[in-house]
């Protein structure tokens, strides 16, 4: 059972990695794009009209990615308060309920998000250069960003399962990837 968690966990860092260096590169694009929009309306007195639409869809992809990543890092809002003083195996019980309900929500997501994908093809950008689907700047950031959740909380789940099973070698403390890379520098 250690082995295909393993496994599992692997995938969701290198898919993590992904996402990191996606939300890096979005973010550089929102830093230019607005810096080039500043200078061309202030300086050429000119404004590119591409630019600001640009940077909103860049901001709408990134802070998906950033919600997916945050789950990965263990670092979303977290009341452990009333759990700290549970014994091991019902602290374990009720991180699996709680990545279950999690998993529900983000299932019910999905299976919405398909649909209005569908609606939202419909239209395209308003000012970009070129016509892109609507889509690809609010549903399907969502559906991407919760699938890659859904994956994340199925595994946090599995470990859970296989440490109250008694599994050996299973590392739970600090989330899929790791510590983040700022708090590395912190120890």
């Given at each position: 059972m250690v082995f295909p968690l393993r496994l599992f966990r692997r995938i969701l860092q290198y898919i993590g990695h992904v996402e990191r260096w996606l939300g890096v590169a979005?973010?550089?694009?929102?830093?230019i794009a607005i810096t080039t929009q500043v200078f061309t309306r202030y300086?050429?007195?000119?404004?590119?009209?591409?630019?600001?639409e640009l940077a909103t869809y860049s901001f709408i992809w990134s802070a998906f990615?950033?919600?997916?990543l945050g789950l990965k890092y263990g670092r979303h809002i977290k009341i452990e308060t009333f759990v700290d003083y549970l014994p091991a195996h019902a602290k374990a019980a009720s991180r699996i309920l709680i990545n279950l309900i999690v998993i529900a929500v983000l299932w019910l997501l999905v299976r919405e998000v398909g649909k209005i994908i569908d609606i939202?093809?419909?239209?395209?950008?308003?000012?970009?250069p070129w016509p892109v689907p609507r889509a690809w700047f609010y549903s399907i950031p969502l559906a991407a960003s919760c699938v890659s959740m859904l994956a994340t909380c199925v595994y946090l789940v599995l470990v859970e399962v296989a440490t109250l099973a008694?599994?050996?070698?299973?590392?739970?403390?600090?989330?899929?990837?790791?510590m983040p890379p700022s708090a590395q520098s912190h120890i």
């Open positions: 979005l973010i550089a694009i929102m830093v300086v050429f007195n000119r404004p590119i009209i591409w630019v600001e990615i950033g919600a997916s939202e093809s419909r239209s395209t950008s308003v000012s970009l008694g599994a050996k070698g299973i590392d739970t403390k600090e989330g899929v990837m790791g």
